[in-house]
């Protein structure tokens, strides 16, 4: 996961074209994978634009435990 740590707390960040799991919001629920397509928060910061594994495409503000992974 990109992050920008410090005393505050740490930053999600990412770029273009990495992959974001969204875990399930339940249990039992399966996590969600996707693309970003574009960023919308300052440097790398969320919301992100997505396209899901499904072809669905939507705005994301994801949660702490979301896992940002380089493309």
Do not use: K
Request: charged share 25%.
């Amino acid at each position: 996961m990109h992050d920008d740590c410090s005393e505050g707390g740490c930053t999600m960040r990412a770029n273009v074209g990495d992959q974001i799991t969204v875990p399930g919001r339940s249990v039992g629920m399966a996590d969600h994978s996707a693309e970003i397509l574009e960023i919308r928060g300052d440097d790398g910061a969320p919301p992100y634009v997505v396209r899901f594994d499904d072809g669905q495409e939507g705005l994301i503000y994801p949660g702490p435990d979301s896992v940002v992974r380089p493309r």
